[in-house]
């Protein structure tokens, strides 16, 4: 059987294999029984979710498998991934459990689960559900009647409590005579961003915060961030943020219109943590995606750039393992490991203004000395996906592109995780002659792997 989970858990079509009533009530069923027999006792779950019309059956066919298994459900309703991570560890839950989709789009959903750390359960505990889903699956076991609800008495408290918790941890920040365009991006940000940065007295333009279920990240949010770009403008507003719909992570605009990412972020805030002396090993860590312009500008403060594989996992791990201060993902998912174990975009955005508040700088200002290097990326369709240093004409091409790059570019060459593709990524200094290197090496690869 495939893997059920990826690096941000279980994700698909809503309604569909395995995100199906049937499959979810076995995976409820699953958890309750694993967290059973490690407690000896009575396990207690707490769930949230974003603004997609499938939520609430999700979560309820999800209860409906744990309370069957002997576990306690309690919803906080429609909140914020890192929302349900804090609650999970303030409140002493034995895991919570996120049902989004991210930045997908509504017809998706997802199921991700967290412990009490606020780290991901554990791959052992994955493939134990993987295994029940598959045994059920053979049983063609139907749905039971057991009720499936979770009690939400305390949802808005909950809520609350999350939204408490960040204004408490920024407590000196204050936002006077600052105009914030937030862009809600139609989910699970919707109830809670805009309040938040008004407890700290900014003028909040909130848009894209009326959900449907169905509008959840639609021509809005992180990933089209052109129309807060133009509300921005519009506003004469001082920052900009955008949210994805589950809100653990963001991207910006700065005050003049022009788009801030991941990477200008990491920027940002390891000058910041630098000269706050906050700034552990003097290291920052980031993906192979992010622009050399970043390696480049850290380098120039003497400030270490750590690589991983991409994936916030994979940044999490590597933060532990180097007990730096932050890391990230050029897409705006930022990691701040002495304050929480996942990304969470409304966290990241208070740093940030806090970052531009004790400096006196505008957002745009505060860019400035990161010089973002042009890039391309090829893929080549290929029949096999053999080892890159088995082909000696690929070996010498990637060896002579390295070389002409020197210390001003990067080749990054991998295979997707999905497909028969090769991917040839190249940053340099000069967009014309980045382009002419990723087409030779692409049809080097296609002579040899097509």
């Not at 059920?136 to 008495?153: I, P, R, T, V």
């Not at 204004?167 to 600052?178: K, W």
């Not at 919707?190 to 959840?216: C, H, Y």
Request: aromatic share 6%.
């Amino acid at each position: 059987m495939k893997k059920l989970f990826g690096t941000d858990g279980i994700r698909g079509k809503a309604g569909e294999f395995p995100l199906d009533a049937q499959t979810i009530e076995i995976i409820g069923q699953s958890l309750a029984k694993q967290f059973q027999a490690e407690l000896n006792r009575k396990p207690s779950f707490i769930l949230g979710r974003d603004t997609r019309e499938s939520g609430s059956w999700i979560e309820e066919a999800f209860c409906k498998g744990a309370i069957k298994a002997g576990a306690d459900c309690e919803s906080a309703e429609i909140i914020t991934t890192p929302g349900i991570a804090f609650l999970t560890t303030r409140l002493e839950f034995d895991a919570g459990i996120v049902i989004s989709a991210s930045h997908n789009p509504f017809e998706d959903n997802g199921i991700k689960i967290f412990s009490p750390t606020g780290r991901k359960i554990d791959r052992a505990m994955e493939a134990e559900i993987e295994k029940d889903v598959l045994e059920n699956q053979e049983q063609s076991l139907k749905s039971s009647d057991s009720e499936g609800k979770a009690k939400n008495s305390r949802a808005s408290e909950m809520q609350k409590q999350y939204v408490d918790y960040l204004a408490g941890e920024f407590a000196n920040l204050s936002l006077g005579n600052f105009k914030i365009v937030v862009d809600c991006a139609n989910g699970a940000a919707f109830k809670l961003a805009p309040p938040l940065f008004e407890k700290f007295g900014a003028e909040v333009v909130s848009i894209n915060d009326q959900p449907t279920g169905r509008n959840i990240n639609e021509n809005c949010g992180s990933l089209h961030l052109e129309h807060l770009q133009t509300k921005v403008l519009e506003e004469k507003a001082d920052f900009g943020v955008a949210f994805d719909g589950d809100a653990d992570r963001s991207l910006y605009v700065d005050n003049k219109g022009n788009p801030v990412d991941g990477d200008a972020v990491l920027w940002i805030m390891a000058q910041h943590l630098h000269r706050e002396d906050k700034l552990n090993n003097q290291t920052v860590v980031a993906t192979v995606m992010s622009n050399i312009g970043l390696e480049i500008a850290l380098n120039s403060k003497s400030i270490k750039l750590v690589r991983t594989a991409v994936g916030d996992k994979y940044v999490l791990q590597e933060l532990l393992k180097s007990n730096a201060s932050i890391g990230g993902e050029q897409s705006g998912h930022i990691i701040f490991p002495f304050h929480t174990l996942v990304g969470d975009g409304m966290l990241t955005t208070l740093f940030l203004l806090e970052a531009l508040r004790a400096n006196g700088k505008t957002l745009s200002e505060m860019t400035s000395g990161f010089i973002r290097f042009p890039q391309i990326l090829v893929n080549v369709k290929v029949r096999e996906k053999l080892p890159f240093e088995s082909i000696t004409e690929i070996v010498k091409a990637t060896e002579k592109i390295e070389k002409d790059l020197g210390t001003k570019g990067r080749l990054l060459l991998r295979y997707s995780g999905t497909e028969n593709l090769a991917r040839v990524m190249i940053e340099g200094e000069n967009q014309a002659q980045i382009e002419t290197q990723a087409n030779h090496l692409a049809e080097v690869i296609r002579k040899n792997l097509a």
